[in-house]
């Protein structure tokens, strides 16, 4: 029997639900997004479902995450068929909150992981990371969960949101969970919605390219500079592409690397049109 979700809109709703949760000593997971949920967002979902007894989700187009020539007006906002997904996986609560329960009149308080912030995303969209770690932590705090589910997608984001769980004592497991692809390879995005027919095709080189480096890899290539050079080969056969960064580094710092000797992030940013696409991929040796 399909479970009816539980749609919070305030803080004191939300707080209320996962306090009765609590208090009948389930675990509880959270999955935070800012809506138009595709199978990546239901594949955190299914994870949090997996390890935890109960499962919180929040929709909520962060605002302070936008830079001032970014996308926040045109963002999906699609409340309705996110309920109606969310209640098929049978998750209880959804904390979808307006822009003024999140961030009430007259408030100046911000939360900054130094450093790691200004890299990768960071670099080129200054301010970014200072709005995600905020949003996260103010969710951390109002939901209380014991895990928290990110996309490794977005692999800079994920490595902030740890560095500020562990500097900031924060009692919750962050959860790391695999990138969801089109079969055609594209990381599955909110944004891939904008990309017209040819877009789409040509948005593709960012995986073709991640994919080139992984085979030099394979092929025992350890040297970062000359993955770098093959992966930036890789996006250069797509002119119509506009690169943002290709970049070889540690995941845990978002430093680059010499030499991988250790699992190292391989991260791509590049632009399609008017849009911005990311997509990683982790090398083990």
Avoid at 46 to 54: D, E, F, L, N
Avoid at 190 to 213: C, D, G
Avoid at 265 to 281: C, F, P, Q
Wanted: glycine share 8%; aromatic share 6%; charged share 25%.
């Amino acid at each position: 029997m399909r479970r009816q979700v539980r749609i919070c809109s305030t803080i004191a709703e939300v707080r209320a639900a996962c306090s009765e949760l609590r208090s009948e000593g389930k675990s509880l997971g959270l999955v935070p997004t800012m809506g138009a949920l595709h199978a990546g967002h239901l594949s955190l979902v299914r994870a949090a479902k997996a390890q935890c007894a109960a499962v919180a989700v929040s929709i909520f187009v962060n605002p302070t995450q936008f830079g001032p020539s970014e996308d926040l007006a045109k963002y999906p906002r699609t409340l309705e068929s996110d309920r109606a997904a969310l209640e098929k996986e049978s998750v209880g609560i959804v904390f979808a909150p307006t822009v003024q329960e999140m961030y009430p009149p007259g408030e100046t308080t911000w939360v900054t992981v130094g450093g790691l912030s200004e890299k990768l995303d960071g670099r080129s969209r200054p301010g970014h990371f200072r709005g995600v770690t905020t949003v996260v932590a103010k969710l951390f705090h109002i939901v209380q969960p014991d895990r928290a589910f990110f996309g490794q997608k977005d692999a800079a984001q994920l490595a902030i949101i740890r560095r500020m769980v562990r500097d900031q004592n924060f009692p919750v497991e962050i959860v790391a969970c695999p990138i969801i692809r089109e079969p055609d390879g594209l990381a599955m995005s909110s944004r891939n919605v904008y990309l017209s027919k040819e877009e789409r095709e040509q948005a593709l080189v960012l995986h073709r390219s991640l994919q080139h480096v992984e085979g030099g890899f394979h092929q025992g290539e350890r040297n970062a500079a000359k993955l770098q050079d093959v992966g930036n080969e890789g996006i250069a056969r797509e002119p119509s592409v506009r690169l943002d960064y290709f970049e070889i580094v540690d995941p845990v710092t978002l430093d680059p690397v010499d030499t991988i000797s250790g699992p190292t992030l391989v991260a791509v940013a590049a632009y399609v049109g008017a849009t911005r696409l990311i997509d990683n991929v982790v090398l083990i040796p």
